[in-house]
Every structure is written in C-alpha cells, then in structure tokens.
T-cell receptor, first 113, second 113 residues
C-alpha cells in the first residue's frame, strides 16, 4: 500500500529538548517537503529536498534541521532554537516536473510541555 | 507579495445542499491552481488541478472553475454529504514546481443532518 507515513502522530517537547519527526515514503518520489500548519494560517514550507543528500531551506527554516540520506526518508528535527514549535507538521512528496501534485502524510501534532 | 485568500472562512450546510467556495489570488506569474481537501487531523488530498488555459475541471461531485483574468477560482460541491466535512485549501503555483507554492488559509466546511 503506497503512501507517506509520518510518526509519531502526537509528540510532546520539553523546553530545551530537540525532537525528531519521522517521514517515510514508498512512492519512489524524488522530492520531499516539510510544512508547518498553524490555525488560521496557510501551510508554510520549512525544508525541501529534491534529491538524496541535498536539501534547501524553505520560508521558515530557522530552528529546524533535516537530513536526506535515503530516498525514502526525510526526518525533521525541531531544535531547542525553535521557540514556538507547537503546530501540526506535514510531510509531503512529489514527482519532479511541472504541475506536480503533493502527496501528504497524516501529520504530527507537536506540543510543548 | 504572493497571496491566496479564501472565503468564507467557515460554512455550515445541510446534507444534500450545494455550496461554493471562493479563492482569490495575487500570485504572479501563474502556472496552476489546485484545490485540496483536508480532513481534521489528516494531510491534504488533491481534488483538482487547473492550468491557465482551463476554466472548468470536475472530480465527481466537485467542480472547480478558474478565471485567470480576474485571478479567481471557485470550488462547487454538489449534493453535499457528511463526508464532505473538511477544510478545503486553494493552492497556487507560480512556476509549476512544488517548492514555490502559495497556500490559502482554507475554508472549513461542516455538513450537518
């Protein structure tokens, strides 16, 4: 069953702690993305990767880090430098090309304790 | 600044009724416009895509229209069902690549008995 799997569904972060959100896809897509969704706001791009071992900052990359060691995996680390991490985080993937459609995971809700 | 504005912010309708959601954008240049459906606590799923030359696209009970001259799009839902309760997000791409998308804030639709 092809798709994107995000884990965990819910995550709690203590002050000063780094946490990592997992994103795995078996769609054989080259490109992967991380978005942040806050109530009343549109999705905002954190980081994206168009190929293994390469990634680019999005609009709100400060306080976040990523890696792309495998085509299938694109984990996101929310560092202690991110002072307002509470949000719904969405991972997505797409085939390269014009008009490409995003396929989203089910999201991770991150909250601060 | 590229912007996508959606209206209304929220909407409640009776099951079986029709409704129309609006999307106005100032994104330039313009490559394509997508409508996504997002169930609560889930990732968005693409409903339709329209390019500059298309003015109508249907997907079952969902019909999207595009007026590229006035930079407006609408999503019409026919004979609504309880399962249509979700947020509907308008997304505009200036370049055709998924790394440069502008997301609207969405319309929250609730279908009731």
């Amino acid at each position: 069953d092809g798709g994107i799997t995000q884990s965990p569904k819910y995550l709690f972060r203590k002050e000063g702690q780094n946490v990592t959100l997992s994103c795995e896809q078996n769609l054989n897509h080259d490109a992967m993305y991380w978005y942040r969704q806050d109530p009343g706001q549109g999705l905002r791009l954190i980081y994206y990767s168009q190929i293994v071992n390469d990634f680019q900052k999005g609009d709100i990359a400060e306080g976040y880090s990523v890696s792309r060691e495998k085509k299938e995996s694109f984990p996101l680390t929310v560092t202690s430098a991110q002072k307002n991490p509470t949000a719904f985080y969405l991972c997505a993937s797409s085939l390269q090309g014009v008009g490409e459609k995003l396929f989203f995971g089910s999201g991770t809700q991150l909250s601060v304790l | 600044k590229n912007q996508v504005e959606q209206s209304p912010q929220s909407l409640i309708i009776l099951e079986g009724k029709n409704c129309t959601l609006q999307c106005n954008y100032t994104v330039s240049p313009f490559s394509n416009l997508r409508w996504y459906k997002q169930d609560t606590g889930r990732g968005p799923v693409s409903l339709t895509i329209m390019t500059f030359s298309e003015n109508t696209k249907s997907n079952g009970r969902y019909t999207a229209t595009l007026d590229a001259d006035t930079k407006q799009s609408s999503l019409h839902i026919t004979a609504s069902q309880l399962s249509d309760s979700a947020s509907y997000i308008c997304v505009v791409s200036p370049t055709g690549t998924a790394s440069k998308l502008t997301f609207g804030t969405g319309t929250r639709l609730q279908v009731t008995l």
